[in-house]
């Protein structure tokens, strides 16, 4: 199994541009989700899906869309991005909301650069 | 609102030494606490976890300590490694449908 794979790796973007990260896992996780990492403020959730057709917003939402046309795939996209979506983007897949009985996998990142 | 503060932020300990790192929740429907490890340039993967009808979780030199009442918990690194250097993130959450919360991160660097 591959697990979570993001594309691009590293990404920069002059402001107002926009684009789509990619996220994919090859696990029939059901419950996936988007974060980003900023210094001294942890991993924030932007958005998550508990299955093929179904979104909702996390703590961070504005700027950024989702969509869930499959269960492998789950894209983030950007808008117009701003300076202030520079940060390292992670997704992250478990078989149902993480708890005790479904381990979180994240993916090895994304790291956007905003000029 | 960040319902998981994590402290320290940066953490210096020598090898052989004993690592901690405290988070204290305000949400008491979590029901699951796990901790993150990550390296430069990884994404987190799960270290270790605990519930909170638990007082204390061990798997090898890492060590989960859990005070419902007070809120808080803590990851204890026994006899700390080089390789034990990285990012740890504490969080809250579970099978409530509370969507895991996280800290805000320590880094840790153990000397050799």
């Known amino acids: 199994n591959a697990g979570v794979t993001q594309t691009p790796k590293f990404q920069v973007l002059k402001t107002g541009q926009s684009m789509t990260l990619q996220c994919a896992q090859d696990m029939n996780h059901e419950y996936m989700s988007w974060y980003r990492q900023d210094p001294g403020m942890g991993l924030r959730l932007i958005h998550y899906s508990v299955g093929a057709g179904i979104t909702d917003q996390g703590e961070v939402p504005n700027g950024y869309n989702v969509s869930r046309s499959t269960t492998e795939d789950f894209p983030l996209r950007l808008l117009s991005a701003a300076p202030s979506q520079t940060s390292v983007y992670f997704c992250?897949?478990?078989?149902?909301?993480?708890?005790?009985?479904?381990?979180?996998?994240f993916g090895p990142g994304t790291r956007l650069t905003v000029l | 609102q960040q319902q998981v503060k994590q402290s320290p932020q940066s953490l210096i300990v020598q090898k052989g030494g004993i690592s901690i790192i405290n988070c204290a929740y305000e949400n008491t429907a979590f029901d699951y606490f796990p901790w993150y490890q990550q390296f430069p340039g990884k994404g987190p993967a799960l270290l270790i976890a605990i519930r909170p009808d638990v007082s204390e979780k061990k798997e090898g030199r890492f060590t989960i300590s859990f005070n419902k009442s007070a809120k808080q918990f803590s990851l204890h690194i026994m006899d700390s490694q080089p390789g034990d250097s990285a990012t740890y993130f504490c969080a809250g959450g579970g099978t409530s449908g509370s969507r895991l919360t996280f800290g805000e991160g320590t880094q840790l660097t153990v000397n050799p």
């Open positions: 992250a897949s478990s078989y149902e909301v993480p708890s005790s009985y479904n381990e979180q996998f």
